[in-house]
């Protein structure tokens, strides 16, 4: 370990002034992150802006003049394409990176970690770049995980109900201005999005490939199996953006290789780490239990009655906290316990 892991580390959060660059900040210190220094890098249109660090405030920095050598750690949040610029840069500096954009996830040296699931992925890591998964994979794997290891999940159904939060702060900004227009009797002008959002269901989110899925669909496909290193599993996926300011649900039906009774099921759930179980017909909805909490919480566990080996469950998670920044600051969590090469 990098011996600053004995003070603290000197700490980089790239897209300080976005929602979950803010969760990042707010993460770290709620969970006491061993933070010796704290840069807060964004846009040159963001420099000079002042963004919050526990009881400290921190002054923001413009990224593209910021030299990341002597830094130990960069949790990015800024969107592909900057990290595909940037990150890089900071790891050839020596700088451990965490990225939380789709740009680097299915590279086959980089570690796809959620790390509840499949923290051996870590084990040996030497430096370089380590990729945050898709929100929405994040909270399908940690109930999807511990059944897969106990009777070998072969497929996977799943319609996600996303929250407008996953496309950034103005994206809920959107969502804000539409329902006051909806409300004031006046048609709301889309802007974000390819269709109004308030009071409305878009069935389609980011681009469209060949295939006829979206981009989103195709990451909870690739992402499970790297995740879980297995190409045996197939996830057939919808992806549907709903008017939610933050939290993510899925209707999630599975079936397993081997049978698997429901109580086991239940068992295995209400053992997982970073899941919460919720029992008989108590419901979880974004608003209750996903928004501002850290655990994913999954009810209407079932037996689907269609195939033998079949279930079916619901699950909400707070898609900026652990789909994004919290899962991020995990990470630096396990290689800091680990004691694995932090920095340069």
């Not at 981009?215 to 199996?225: A, D, G, I, V, Y």
Request: glycine share 10%; with cysteine.
């Amino acid at each position: 370990m990098n011996e600053a892991g004995h003070t603290g580390y000197r700490v980089a959060v790239v897209g300080a002034t976005g929602a979950v660059g803010e969760a990042m900040l707010e993460i770290l210190a709620e969970r006491r992150f061993p933070v010796r220094e704290l840069a807060a890098l964004a846009s040159s249109e963001s420099a000079g802006k002042t963004v919050t660090f526990g009881a400290r405030s921190a002054r923001v920095r413009d990224l593209a003049s910021f030299d990341f050598d002597g830094w130990d750690l960069a949790l990015f949040s800024a969107g592909g394409s900057v990290s595909a610029e940037h990150a890089p840069r900071a790891a050839a500096a020596g700088c451990v990176v965490i990225d939380n954009t789709s740009h680097f996830r299915m590279q086959a040296n980089v570690p796809l970690v959620v790390p509840e699931v499949n923290a051996s992925a870590l084990q040996g890591f030497d430096g370089g770049i380590i990729a945050n998964p898709n929100c929405s994979t994040i909270q399908m794997l940690l109930a999807v995980a511990p059944l897969h290891r106990a009777a070998g999940v072969s497929r996977i159904n799943v319609a996600t109900y996303q929250s407008v939060s996953g496309a950034g702060r103005a994206a809920m900004e959107e969502l804000g201005r539409q329902c006051a227009d909806r409300f004031n009797f006046r048609d709301p002008e889309p802007g974000i999005f390819s269709h109004p959002i308030a009071f409305n269901l878009i069935p389609a989110i980011d681009a469209f490939d060949e295939n006829g899925y979206t981009r989103e669909e195709m990451k909870l496909h690739n992402e499970t199996r790297k995740i879980l290193g297995s190409d045996r599993i197939q996830v057939n996926a919808t992806a549907v953006r709903v008017p939610v300011f933050i939290g993510h649900g899925e209707a999630v039906h599975l079936e397993t290789e081997r049978p698997l009774a429901l109580d086991s099921a239940r068992e295995l759930l209400a053992a997982a780490p970073g899941l919460r179980l919720l029992e008989g017909n108590d419901l979880a909805t974004p608003m209750t239990h996903a928004a501002g909490v850290d655990p994913v919480s999954v009810c209407r566990l079932r037996r689907d009655l269609t195939h033998p080996n079949g279930l079916n469950f619901w699950i909400v998670g707070d898609n900026v906290r652990k789909g994004a920044a919290l899962n991020a600051v995990q990470i630096a969590e396990l290689l800091h316990s680990q004691g694995a090469r932090i920095g340069p």
